[in-house]
């Protein structure tokens, strides 16, 4: 089954009451939308928006920015929209691709790339996270950030708390992945970008920002490297 098939499958009815469950576990994402130093004018993509609840929230608190959404289920966009209908002024473009297939003119038909690129909660759920981390620099300006909140390894939890959360979040196709965190230090420790790292309760998730340094090509190279390489 492809990973647009799964995320459909997943979301087919969860799409329904998203927006309410997920605010009991996943923590950080205001913070990260908080952090977003956006100014009128800056054009901002949401990897795997979903329902576009942050999108929203960044249309409502930061009237001027072009905001934009990729997802690669086609469910979610269903809610995404119908939310959207709901809510006429807020001038949010969404379209259905895979993170790794991410084109800014291609996909949104834009001449620049992005100001600011986020991934909330959406790493954890993509197999190909090196694909989408790839893409995601080469459609960012030079002087762009990339902002990533997602599970951390919970280690100021008890073990049980750990094990019952690993399997909640199978259910879902959702797993942590040490490599990632591994890769972001990576990144700065080669000098391809600086990092800024932020626990959320007790290692439950963290919250990054990247800025790349150096050229697409070199950080490609880096992100592909396993953390033995490193």
Known sequence: MSHISKMDKIYRYQRYVYD???KYYLFGRDRL???LPLEK??????????????LIYLAKTHPGTHLYG???????????????????KYQITLRQALAEDLDHQKTFNLAEPFDYIFFSY???MIPTWRDA???????????????????WDQSGYPVWFQRVLTRWLALFHVRHEPALLHCLQNLQGKGCASLEL?????NYAFLAELTAIQENSDIS??????PSAS
């Open 20 to 22: 309410f469950t997920r």
């Open 33 to 35: 939308l908080e952090k």
């Open 41 to 54: 004018g800056d054009c901002v993509l949401e990897i795997g928006c979903g329902t576009a609840r942050n």
């Open 70 to 88: 990729l997802d690669a289920s086609a469910e979610m966009l269903k809610t995404a929209r119908a939310k959207l209908d709901s809510l006429p």
């Open 122 to 124: 959406s790493l954890s």
């Open 133 to 151: 981390l790839c893409a995601a620099f080469a459609n960012l300006k030079s002087n762009g950030s990339i902002y990533i909140v997602d599970f």
């Open 198 to 202: 932020e626990a959320i309760g007790k």
């Open 221 to 226: 190279k880096e992100i592909f490297k396993e």
